[in-house]
C-alpha cells in the first residue's frame, strides 16, 4: 500500500511522521520532492531515526537546491517537474510518500500537492497540530481532499493532546483519527522507535 503525508501546512512534522510509521510498520519512504538542505535532507532524515533493517530510502525524483517552494527552487535550478517524469518506486513493502509542503503548495506554475495525490491516485494519512488557527487549517486542508474524492484514511495528531480540538476536527470531518504523537523534547532512533510501537495499532489500518 503506497500512502502520501499530508500536513495541514509547512513545517507540521511530516518528516517525523512519515519516520515513525516507517518505524512502526518498517515502511518504505521516499520523498518525491526535496527543496533545499541538500547536505541533509528529509530522507537523509529520516534514515538516521530509523532502527529497523526493513525500510528502505528510496531516492528522490528532484533534488532541488533551494529552501522554497518545489516550483519556484525548480525554476532557479533550471528544471521543470513534471508528474510524467516521476514514477513510484517499485515495491513489495508499504511505501510512505512525504508531500513537500502543504496541499496547496505549488510542484510546477501549474500542479499543486493536491493535483500530485490526485494524479497518482494516492490515499492520504493526514497530519495535524494544535496551534492557533489550526482547525481553519485543517478543515480546508480536508475540504480539498474531499473536493477532489481523494480516500483520507485518517488524521494523525503531533504534539500535545488538545482533546476539545481533535474532538472538533474529527466531528465536523467525519474522519477517522489515526492516534496522536507525543511532542518529543529529544528527537531521535530511541523516542522514534518508542513513539512507533506506541501508535502502531492505530496507524497500521490506514495501511490495509
Given at each position: 500500500m503506497n500512502v502520501a503525508i499530508i500536513g495541514i501546512h509547512t513545517g507540521i512534522g511530516k518528516t517525523l511522521a512519515s519516520a515513525i510509521i516507517c518505524e512502526a510498520l518498517q515502511a518504505d519512504?521516499?520523498?518525491?520532492?526535496?527543496?533545499?538542505?541538500?547536505?541533509?535532507?528529509?530522507?537523509?532524515?529520516?534514515?538516521?531515526?530509523?532502527?529497523?533493517?526493513k525500510t528502505v530510502i528510496h531516492k528522490e525524483a528532484y533534488a532541488l537546491t533551494q529552501p522554497m517552494s518545489a516550483h519556484?527552487?525548480?525554476?532557479?535550478?533550471?528544471?521543470?517537474?513534471?508528474?510524467?517524469?516521476i514514477a513510484i518506486p517499485e515495491?513489495?513493502?508499504?511505501?510512505?510518500?512525504?508531500?513537500?509542503?502543504?496541499?496547496?503548495?505549488?510542484?510546477?506554475?501549474?500542479?499543486?500537492?493536491?493535483?500530485?495525490?490526485?494524479?497518482?491516485?494516492?490515499?492520504?494519512?493526514?497530519?495535524?497540530?494544535?496551534?492557533?488557527?489550526?482547525?481553519?487549517?485543517?478543515?480546508?486542508?480536508?475540504?480539498?481532499?474531499k473536493s477532489k474524492g481523494v480516500v483520507v484514511k485518517g488524521i494523525l495528531f503531533n504534539g500535545a493532546d488538545h482533546p476539545s480540538t481533535q474532538e472538533y476536527i474529527l466531528n465536523y470531518t467525519g474522519m477517522k483519527s489515526l492516534g496522536r504523537m507525543n511532542l518529543l523534547t529529544e528527537v531521535s532512533p530511541k523516542t522514534v522507535a518508542a513513539e512507533a510501537k506506541r501508535i502502531a495499532s492505530a496507524v497500521s489500518p490506514a495501511f490495509a
Open positions: 519512504y521516499w520523498k518525491p520532492v526535496q527543496a533545499g538542505n541538500l547536505n541533509h535532507t528529509d530522507s537523509d532524515e529520516v534514515k538516521s531515526l530509523l532502527s529497523n533493517s519556484a527552487a525548480a525554476k532557479l535550478d533550471s528544471k521543470i517537474i513534471s508528474f510524467n517524469s515495491t513489495k513493502n508499504h511505501l510512505v510518500i512525504e508531500t513537500a509542503g502543504g496541499i496547496m503548495s505549488p510542484i510546477n506554475d501549474e500542479q499543486t500537492n493536491l493535483d500530485f495525490v490526485v494524479h497518482f491516485k494516492l490515499p492520504v494519512i493526514l497530519v495535524s497540530q494544535h496551534y492557533l488557527g489550526s482547525i481553519n487549517h485543517t478543515l480546508l486542508t480536508a475540504s480539498a481532499l
